[in-house]
């Protein structure tokens, strides 16, 4: 009969080593997915802050705006007083009124920014109207759109 009690105590004693080591593993299982998942989340959140801060700092204007002599090209200064390089496209859109028929003619021209504008420099844009020379009294709706879409917009009067 002692000998059937030794042994009772022994298996309590085992089941509580494999219990322990069975919640044990469990935890370390759980806490190591825990960490990884806060990592990744820690890591999305800075790479996302970073990426804001560049929209905020991001600050351009469009500083000044001519024509050449025959009106088929348009110069559009862009000045980057920003911290951050900026790489920007430039929209005109000439509106022509013609009082003889009362009527408004559109034309939209597009130049694509291939080089960042550093900060801090202001360079020119040519926009070419060959097939439609801009004539006095033309207003031209100018939109600089960046890649960050930040946008400054500017008129211009043709004199």
């Known amino acids: 009969m002692r000998r059937l009690k030794v042994r009772r105590g022994i298996s309590e004693v085992i089941a509580s080593i494999i219990l322990t080591a069975v919640v ?15 990592l990744a989340a820690t890591n999305d959140y800075i790479n996302g802050t ?9 600050r351009f204007i469009v500083e000044h705006v001519s024509k050449n002599t025959d009106g088929t090209q348009l110069y559009v ?4 007083y920003g911290t951050v390089d900026i790489v920007s496209d430039v929209y005109a859109n000439a509106t022509h009124y013609n009082p003889t028929t009362h009527s408004y003619t559109y034309t939209c021209k597009l130049t694509m920014g291939t080089t960042p504008i550093v900060s801090g420099s202001y360079p020119q844009v040519t926009i070419d109207f060959q097939s439609n020379s ?7 709706g100018i939109k600089v759109y960046t890649r960050r879409q930040n946008i400054a917009y500017y008129t211009y009067y043709v004199p």
Do not use: C, H, P, R
């Open 24 to 38: 044990l593993t469990v935890g370390g299982a759980i806490w190591s997915f825990a960490q990884s998942a806060t």
């Open 50 to 58: 970073f990426t804001t801060m560049k929209d905020i700092t991001e």
């Open 134 to 140: 801009l004539q006095s009294g033309d207003k031209i």
């Open 77 to 80: 200064w862009v000045y980057n």
